[in-house]
């Protein structure tokens, strides 16, 4: 059973700075491509950033330099360290797994609140 469990949302005032993990589970974590996603009330699921198997990353214009993806695979873990929070940045924050080998295998979490005050 494939698990994807956030966890590190908060309440933060502007210019603040929050950590967002997610711990996998069930899935070859190595193997997956891992998200960020955030979405707000009415609004569209959008990237955030993403870490490649191999490392990579690539970040939405909006949070560059300020938000860092990183992975842990002994941990099956990673994480969104969060700089300068704007109040922009309110919203829930997903965890996407995709498999590079077979990109349908693509899982969620559950998500995490994060809310930033002026």
């Known amino acids: 059973q494939v698990q994807l469990v956030e966890s590190g949302g908060a309440l933060v005032q502007a210019g603040g700075s929050l950590r967002l993990s997610c711990a996998a589970s069930g899935i070859i974590f190595s193997r997956n491509a891992m998200r960020w996603y955030r979405q707000g009330p009415g609004t569209q699921r959008g990237l955030v950033a993403v870490?490649?198997?191999?490392?990579?990353?690539n970040y939405a214009d909006s949070v560059k330099g300020r938000f860092t993806i990183s992975r842990d695979n002994t941990k099956n873990t990673v994480y969104l360290q969060m700089n300068s929070l704007k109040p922009e940045d309110t919203d829930v924050y997903y965890c996407?797994?995709?498999?590079?080998?077979?990109?349908?295998?693509?899982?969620w979490g559950q998500g995490t609140q994060v809310t930033v005050s002026s």
């Open positions: 870490i490649a198997s191999n490392g990579n990353t």
């Open positions: 996407n797994a995709r498999d590079t080998y077979y990109p349908s295998q693509s899982y």
